[in-house]
């Protein structure tokens, strides 16, 4: 039933894409003195569809230890220059937000696979005592970040 839902919205997408694109064939130049410039119009862009089971955001995604402890939730995702995630933000500790810190945890310490609704926590393989000796993130300030044993690679700074 949802891959006929898809398939019927992916066809109105790209029905409502020609229409649009036949109207502005069709418009008339634009008037004053000035040549119309010659434009080659956009492609289109390119789509990809996520089945809702196969995909899920995780900024606010509670993080559970592995042996469930709290260990806060995931409030910012740190990207390198390539766009390459690097690792993750927690707002770590603290009572409805007074107390709480962030930390940074490297990507690779976290697992996903337990994920099938957005009420579903993140798995972070550290403790809560290792998450809690960390230093605390502050932008613009070098970023230290918490893995778990050998996961961790230097930034490379060219």
């Given at each position: 039933?949802?891959?006929?839902?898809?398939?019927?919205?992916?066809?109105?997408?790209?029905?409502?894409?020609?229409?649009?694109?036949?109207?502005?064939?069709?418009?008339p130049?634009?008037?004053?003195?000035?040549?119309?410039?010659?434009?080659?119009?956009?492609p289109?862009?390119?789509?990809?569809?996520i089945?809702?089971?196969?995909?899920h955001?995780v900024?606010?995604?509670?993080?559970?230890?592995?042996?469930?402890?709290?260990?806060?939730?995931?409030?910012?995702?740190?990207?390198?220059?390539?766009?390459?995630?690097?690792?993750?933000?927690?707002?770590?500790?603290?009572?409805?937000?007074?107390?709480?810190?962030?930390i940074?945890?490297d990507?690779?310490?976290?697992?996903?696979?337990?994920?099938?609704s957005?009420?579903?926590?993140i798995?972070?393989?550290?403790?809560?005592?290792?998450v809690?000796?960390a230093p605390?993130y502050?932008?613009?300030?070098?970023?230290?970040?918490?893995?778990?044993?050998?996961?961790?690679?230097?930034?490379?700074?060219?």
């Open positions: 039933m949802r891959n006929k839902q898809t398939v019927i919205l992916l066809a109105v997408v790209l029905a409502a894409f020609a229409a649009a694109r036949s109207a502005t064939a069709d418009e130049p634009p008037s004053g003195n000035s040549p119309p410039a010659a434009q080659e119009p956009a289109p862009p390119s789509m990809t569809i089945g809702a089971k196969d995909a955001g900024l606010g995604r509670d993080v559970r230890s592995p042996a469930n402890e709290d260990m806060g939730h995931i409030v910012d995702v740190i990207v390198d220059r390539t766009g390459t995630v690097r690792a993750a933000v927690i707002d770590f500790g603290g009572f409805l937000g007074v107390g709480s810190r962030k940074v945890v990507w690779n310490a976290l697992h996903f696979g337990q994920i099938a957005n009420s579903d926590a798995t972070l393989e550290l403790t809560k005592a290792q809690a000796a605390e502050k932008e613009d300030k070098p970023i230290v970040v918490l893995g778990a044993a050998g996961s961790l690679q230097p930034l490379d700074d060219h």
